[in-house]
């Protein structure tokens, strides 16, 4: 029985996950679960995951949701999976717990609620506040400042000075992949001052492809659609709404 | 040459550490770190954790921080800690791994926020806000709900149908014991519905004894001094405080 990966693209975790899997040659289906269908509330995937939130994974009888869990387990379990995204030495991988643990009260806390109270807010139609948009802004560009004086200090070209990807290079840049849907000027001025935040999250492109692109598709498609929107907006058609689904920040 | 544990025992994840060490019979050195007093921000603390949080570790040559990563390590490392802190078999591990990864953005987002927002501002001479309370009181009994009716489901004493705790149980139990230090009314109101829970701190008091009372005594005597100027502030002596270190976030 394949493992199945229960996904949403426009979920950054969902996505670490997905290229992982493909990256390693591993032979899983992915069970695409549409966060703005609200199909992760059924009782079907409750039973996969009770908190009702993406990716998760079933693997025979073992059922198992946060990514940072699935992305451990995915590494251990399957020989395909090369030593560099885990490493077996307790050291490597202690400090890669701890990238991964940084994680969740950092990147983010800043990425995903500065992404929705800019640009998914408004044409979801859900409540945007000005002042979380700034309270995240905050966040994010302090993480950003953080990885690249702590995480990635030194001449490796990823995370902890490696010179190879771990599974913490991949879950935090699919968090940043993220601000991809921002306005081109916001986007800029939040990571242009991150010159190694960029090269870093190009390696990382680099060491993964062709599945970076082929997974963060659905992302490059959605800045189209919210560019174009926009720029719908300022030609005096503000008001119109598309359907974009919300970014999970499982 | 010993682990070294930097800790400061009114941080929680700080106790998690000190607690697994000491139940686990490891020879090692607790370095205290005040945060009340700064400590952690010395140049000193600096090159041991660039963030300045707490804990950190030091064994031999080998620096490590972020509890989690800190409590994996331990366990790991250290033949003496029993197999049910970390078990060696992957899937009861990931289980634990995905524990872990939930505490960080619900139950540590609700208890912190909301115990700094009531008893800890005022006598800081923090800011606090009513608002910031009853956003964190939402989450805190949200994430205490979750823990009673899918973590702590089945008959199991502890976390995921266990009958021996784990770092999980460490950590999220250390969590919870802040609520110590909120006025007696406040607390049974958020504890008293969630039978379980009570039960479950109590099973990890009784399976870590007697270390756990002795690394909390810190927090029962803050929890009197706080009583007491509580007592002194409904008899007109509003105003005064006391010298509380505050909570780290770590």
């Not at 990823?158 to 010179?163: F, Q, V």
Request: glycine residues 4%; hydrophobic residues 40%.
């Amino acid at each position: 029985m394949k493992l199945e990966v229960y996904a949403d693209r426009m979920s950054q975790p969902s996505r670490a996950v997905l290229i992982l899997c493909k990256a390693s040659g591993i032979d899983f289906e992915e069970i695409k679960v549409e966060i703005s269908k609200g199909q992760q509330l059924s009782p079907q995937f409750e039973a996969i995951n009770p908190f009702k939130k993406l990716p998760a994974i079933v693997d025979g009888s073992f059922k198992l949701f946060e990514s940072h869990a699935i992305l451990i387990y995915i590494a251990s379990a399957f020989p395909g999976v090369a030593n560099h995204w885990y490493p077996a030495d307790l050291t490597r991988r202690s400090k890669i717990h701890s990238v991964l643990d940084w994680h969740h009260l950092n990147l983010r806390q800043g990425a995903a609620p500065y992404v929705l109270h800019t640009v998914l807010a408004p044409v979801l139609g859900r409540p945007s506040s000005q002042q979380a948009a700034a309270e995240a802004e905050k966040i994010l560009t302090s993480s950003l400042s953080k990885i690249e004086s702590i995480w990635l200090k030194g001449n490796g070209r990823y995370l902890l000075g490696s010179s190879q990807p771990s599974i913490a290079d991949l879950s935090m840049v699919c968090e940043i992949m993220q601000l991809e849907l921002l306005d081109e000027k916001d986007r800029d001025r939040i990571l242009s001052p991150h010159k190694k935040v960029q090269q870093w999250i190009e390696s990382t492109r680099n060491a993964t492809k062709p599945h970076f692109d082929e997974v963060h598709n659905v992302l490059y498609k959605m800045k189209l659609k919210l560019s174009s929107l926009r720029s719908n907006q300022v030609d005096g058609m503000a008001g119109s709404r598309i359907k974009t689904p919300p970014i999970s920040k499982m």
